[in-house]
């Protein structure tokens, strides 16, 4: 697998890392805010164990993709790393690796970096994804405030 397009997406949010870091394995919290743009409904089934897999199936208006991968790491609550293929990867298996840095006043920094992905136009699809997810989890944690 080659590196060569990489992604890393960061956002500060006001909740503990421990909150957010179990955000990522519960397939009910992931179906409230794993929602880029565009998807108005996200389903998830999760196994949360290093060697178990998930299921999340996003969908908009027109379609419903899918995307599965296998959990890697899970050093709560800094660090998860799993796998992550779909139609969007060319069903490739990127890496991605997420962490979750306690900062000032309470909150978390969650950093998002993905390796693995097959061209330009995945690594900016999913840029802008990530991107989209960190803000939906943002506001979720605020209206859970």
């Known amino acids: 697998m080659t590196d060569e397009f ?3 997406v ?4 006001p909740a503990s890392a421990e909150d957010l870091f179990d955000a ?3 397939a009910r ?7 880029p743009s565009g998807t108005r409904e996200t ?3 999760t196994d949360p164990r290093v060697g178990g897999t998930f299921r999340i199936v ?10 599965t991968g296998t959990y890697r790491e899970i050093d709560r609550p800094r660090r998860l790393v799993f796998t992550w293929s779909s139609p969007a990867t060319q069903f490739r298996d990127s890496i991605v690796t997420v962490t979750f840095q306690p900062s000032s006043n309470s909150s978390t920094l969650v950093e998002i970096h993905q390796i693995g992905l097959p061209d330009e136009e995945a690594r900016a ?3 802008g994804g990530w991107s989209d997810i ?12």
């Not at 919290?29 to 929602?35: A, D, E, R, Y």
């Not at 960190?134 to 405030?145: A, G, K, V």
């Open 24 to 26: 990522w394995l519960d």
């Open 6 to 8: 990489v992604l890393t």
């Open 58 to 67: 996003m969908i908009d208006d027109e379609s419903a993709m899918e995307h």
């Open 125 to 127: 699809a999913h840029h």
């Open 134 to 145: 960190l803000r939906e989890l943002d506001r979720r944690q605020e209206e859970m405030n």
């Open 10 to 13: 960061r956002r500060e949010i």
């Open 29 to 35: 919290s992931l179906g409230t805010w794993l929602k």
């Open 43 to 45: 389903r998830a089934e």
